[in-house]
């Protein structure tokens, strides 16, 4: 039996009212045709995002939550047609807009982080050289707010450059406006050339100085960091745990998505004026 968000204490990683609000709109129907839905959809999110939050493995869930079975059914579904891409990508809008940006952004800036893999195995390992690290790789393009727009996960070893073309040619189809995207130095090379030629943008590398010591913030490429920083915070991304590299880029979408229901119902006229349009 699932108790109602209202019948037990929250935690931390629930959904508020206006959340669930701004969410439950972007989330697909009941299937037709068969019984009607029974089980509680916002229970069934909370559940996710708690995982999200702490790490936990799907049997581990708090017993008041939805069947750990029913969870994982949910969230293997909406993976699998693309639902948590959808979700994310309509609340990615929103938030540039409650920011005052275009829908859709004119630069970019790109980058990738390596993370371990554990022991229960999977699709797509393999050994990153240079940070010395057995798992697979993140890669992803983001707009100026430091929103995702592309995600692409492969095996660790493969080349930053490599992978670039994956993301930028998915750029290419969505992001009709990109016109300028920055990088650092691990994509010097061909791809300069490629992306000029082959996406009619200019691909512009930010350097560290080598007369500059220690830590210091460079131009651009600070926007991707922080996205990473952002993504950090999510125990579940700490390693990447999942099997399948679709299930590790939807736990990225759902931190994502989680990180901009947030933004979107913090108490601002432009906030307000976006959810009575979603509601």
């Not at 697909?28 to 939050?53: C, H, K, M």
């Not at 670039?164 to 189809?173: C, F, I, Q, W």
Request: hydrophobic content about 35%; glycine content about 8%; charged content about 25%.
């Amino acid at each position: 039996m699932t108790i109602e968000t209202e019948e037990r204490a929250a935690y931390p990683s629930d959904l508020s009212d206006a959340e669930w609000a701004a969410l439950n709109p972007s989330l697909p129907p009941s299937v037709g045709g068969g019984r009607p839905r029974t089980v509680d959809l916002r229970a069934v999110l909370n559940a996710i995002f708690y995982r999200e939050q702490t790490g936990c493995a799907w049997r581990y869930l708090p017993h008041e939550f939805p069947p750990h079975t029913t969870v994982y059914e949910y969230f293997s579904m909406w993976r699998n047609d693309g639902t948590w891409h959808k979700v994310h990508d309509t609340l990615a809008v929103a938030v540039r807009e409650s920011a005052g940006h275009e829908p859709q952004p004119s630069v970019g800036v790109l980058d990738s982080q390596s993370a371990k893999t554990t022991d229960v195995g999977g699709e797509q390992r393999g050994y990153d050289a240079g940070k010395k690290i057995k798992g697979r790789k993140r890669h992803i393009l983001v707009d100026s707010l430091g929103m995702l727009m592309v995600l692409v996960v492969t095996a660790a070893s493969v080349q930053d450059r490599d992978a670039a073309k994956l993301v930028l040619g998915t750029a290419r189809t969505k992001m009709t406006r990109l016109q300028r995207v920055w990088a650092d130095g691990g994509y010097t090379g061909q791809l300069v050339d490629w992306t000029r030629t082959e996406c009619g943008w200019t691909l512009e590398i930010v350097k560290r100085s080598d007369d500059v010591k220690g830590f210091v913030v460079l131009p651009h490429r600070w926007i991707v960091e922080r996205t990473f920083g952002w993504l950090n915070k999510c125990r579940i991304l700490s390693k990447d745990y999942e099997r399948r590299t679709d299930s590790s880029e939807a736990t990225i979408y759902l931190a994502m998505t989680r990180l901009m229901l947030r933004r979107l119902t913090e108490v601002t006229p432009e906030n307000e004026s976006l959810l009575a349009q979603t509601t």
